[in-house]
């Protein structure tokens, strides 16, 4: 979906020059983004829940945002063990995966 696109990299632009907290912003873009794909007419819903992704081949390579597993966090940061996305009908929109 090309809007999805254009908003995303809005997004990334928006949070390279003004969050302080990147890797661990992603309810900022799913805030944003809902409102930005509202204006073009693309009505979605906040989802936040546990999930994961695989990134690479490796034992290692998964990225995880689940309760029983601690994560990493920056010293001195606050953290939630969900993650935030968007959903349109059946699919799931996440603004955030630049970031990998």
């Known amino acids: 979906m090309q809007a999805v696109e254009r908003v995303s990299k809005t997004l990334q632009k928006l949070t390279s020059a003004a969050s302080t907290h990147h890797g661990y912003d992603c309810y900022l873009h799913t805030f944003f983004g809902r409102h930005l794909l509202a204006n073009l007419g693309i009505k979605t819903n906040i989802n936040s829940g546990f999930a994961a992704w695989r990134v690479g081949p490796g034992d290692g390579s998964v990225v995880a945002h689940v309760s029983h597993i601690k994560g990493h966090l920056p010293p001195g940061m606050q ?22």
């Open 79 to 100: 953290g939630f063990a969900y993650h935030a996305s968007l959903t349109y009908g059946p699919k799931i929109i996440d603004l955030t995966t630049y970031g990998w």
